[in-house]
């Protein structure tokens, strides 16, 4: 088996690095049978995004402070550990961007896609799915769309449900609405696709994040399941992902 070890920049990290390459030898992530990502989740998604059009499968060790993402971390049994974890498939989602610059950008997030507020002023903002408005202006912080995967990062943080993986479906978060008051989000179709429009951009500017990558001044943002990529993530079979958020729910 031929591994590629990726750690980040911690003495924690690093120190294991030295460890596991001493152990199980190292190789180029191009032609690795597995990546093993040494850290935390945010290096994790570090290196999901460099890598996910590989679609190796990626074999993550918690050396940071969550680590949602990862399995726990020990030197011994890899190799076995490898071959007898559970693949997890995950679909980012794709963002496209228009901004009052007249720019398009793309981007791809694994956890979720946000529109925030740039000022001190609320963002107004419609809310469209497969092309029919469904919220004609919602009046808050924000608002996100969330992949299973990422229902347990931010969407937590802003109220929205924990999503079992392989349910094919997304959170439809607000960030502090205001209006509608009674509003607090929904589940739609991962096959849904979404588009946020900014309303009186001009006045309440707002800014998109796909997961680390943000663009400011916005107008249009429109989402969807980028079901043509495929990431692989491999979780020790006692301590799979989908465990971590059904437990999520009872925390």
């Known amino acids: 088996m031929k591994l590629a070890f990726l750690a980040s920049q911690t003495s924690k990290s690093q120190n294991a690095l030295k460890t596991m390459v001493k152990t199980y030898g190292q190789c180029d992530a191009e032609v690795a049978d597995v990546i093993v990502v040494l850290g935390g989740d945010g290096f994790m998604l570090q290196c999901l995004h460099q890598h996910m059009h590989q679609s190796t499968p990626v074999f993550g060790l918690r050396l940071g402070t969550v680590g949602f993402l990862m399995n726990d971390y020990s030197v011994e ?62 009046v808050g912080d924000g608002v996100m769309v969330a992949t299973p995967a990422g229902s347990t990062a931010y969407n937590l943080s802003a109220h929205g449900p924990v999503i079992p993986l ?19 989000g929904a589940i739609i179709p991962s096959h849904a696709e979404v588009t946020f429009v900014v309303k009186s951009h001009d006045k309440r500017p707002v800014s998109a994040t796909a997961d680390n990558t943000e663009v400011r001044d916005v107008i249009q943002v429109e989402i969807k399941e980028a079901k043509n990529i ?22």
């Open 77 to 138: 049994n890899l190799p076995e550990r490898i071959d007898q974890a559970k693949n997890t498939v995950l679909h980012p989602l794709s963002m496209q961007v228009q901004t009052v610059h007249g720019e398009t950008v793309n981007s791809l997030a694994i956890n979720e896609v946000s529109l925030l507020r740039q000022t001190k002023q609320s963002a107004h903002i419609q809310i469209l799915i497969n092309g029919q408005s469904r919220i004609d202006n919602l």
């Open 166 to 184: 392989g349910s094919d479906i997304l959170a439809l978060t607000p960030i502090s609405p205001f209006r509608p008051r009674r509003w607090r």
């Open 230 to 251: 495929k990431i692989n993530a491999l979780y020790d079979v006692k301590h799979n992902l989908e465990d971590r958020i059904i437990n999520e729910q009872f925390s």
